[in-house]
């Protein structure tokens, strides 16, 4: 039987990556255990050493007795820190607590919430810890099984997402960069899909999958949003064209290209998408998961987050 320390439960455990957003992490972290040190809030901490260790340091941490998280770095720190707590066996994923101070070069889940990436205002959100109860994806490929907080897809913003990893030095400008490069050389799948037991059939550029609004560096392709209704946001991109995609860049950013004739949206609690003839790739919360088969389940209510 596990020692749990109940002193723990009100204390923060820190996890954070020091190579999020390629900025100066050492200035930052002096900075953030300052601005913590002026709010009395007491807390723990460790550094990711490689790729995915959020998920065994987020276990430990609440193994032996933390229930209050704090992820520093970009969506992919807290993607992993959500499968750590989403796989753990401890206690009820919803008894965990994550708060945000964003670090990365997307920070995509915070803009759903408008929490600012202002260090002492992220902070400051952290202190007065106004809570949600927010759903939780969960994506099954052939051979994996991930949780999601944010945005999943399939097709084009997979295709992406493979190949951020090597423009991530250019900064938020990278997700313009791999867009326009996915837009000259990504080939159209055909679908199957099957929504509300309803099957469609469709040449499709992806398929986007949401709980929260932003993905990709801001773009909204999820319309009318409750992070907390039991519902996946679904939303396919039909047969666009290199010259559909530039003409209506702007409503990719805007959220109204959701309106366009191209675009259906549904809402569901479970999705199937069956590729033929291909296997396109997967992303959850802009990491890249797979390719090929997938299908994503919600579970509702799963995990507390401090919010604005």
């Known amino acids: 039987m596990s020692y749990i320390d109940t002193t723990n439960t009100n204390s923060w455990f820190i996890i954070a990556n020091p190579t999020s957003g390629n900025r100066n992490f050492s200035k930052l972290w002096k900075e953030i255990q300052q601005l913590l040190k002026n709010k009395n809030l007491d807390y723990s901490f460790a550094f990711t050493q490689f790729s995915k260790h959020e998920i065994a340091l987020v276990q430990n941490a609440i193994k032996i007795g933390f229930r209050n998280i704090i992820s520093v770095g970009g969506d992919g720190t807290l993607h992993h820190v959500v499968n750590g707590i989403m796989t753990q066996r401890y206690v009820k994923t919803s008894d ?10 997307g920070n995509d ?21 106004n809570i949600i109860t927010q759903d939780i994806g969960v994506l ?17 913003d997979g295709y992406v997402v493979s190949k951020l990893k090597s423009l991530k030095k250019f900064g938020g400008i990278s997700y313009l960069i791999a867009g326009f490069y996915g837009m000259l050389f990504y080939k159209k799948s055909n679908f199957k899909i099957i929504i509300n037991n309803k099957v469609i059939r469709i040449d499709c550029l992806m398929t986007v999958i949401g709980i929260c609004k932003y993905s990709g560096g801001g773009m909204q392709f999820t319309e ?43 809402k569901t609690n479970e999705i199937t998408i069956i590729p033929k ?19 994503v389940k919600i579970i509702e209510k799963a995990i507390q987050f401090v919010i604005r």
């Open 96 to 105: 965990i607590t994550i708060s945000v101070i964003p670090l990365g070069t």
């Open 140 to 156: 099954k490929t052939e051979n994996t099984v991930t949780y999601f907080n944010n945005v999943a897809g399939l097709g084009y």
């Open 277 to 295: 003839n291909s296997k396109p790739f997967i992303q959850a919360d802009g990491e890249l998961i797979g390719t090929g088969n997938v299908n």
């Open 224 to 266: 009318k949003i409750d992070t907390s209704s039991g519902l996946l946001n679904i939303t396919i991109v039909k047969n666009f064209t290199f010259l559909n995609l530039i003409i209506n860049l702007p409503k990719l950013y805007s959220g109204k290209i959701v309106n366009h004739k191209k675009v259906s949206t549904y």
């Open 109 to 129: 889940w915070v803009k759903t919430y408008n929490i600012p990436t202002s260090i002492k205002e992220a902070i400051e959100i952290i202190y007065k810890k």
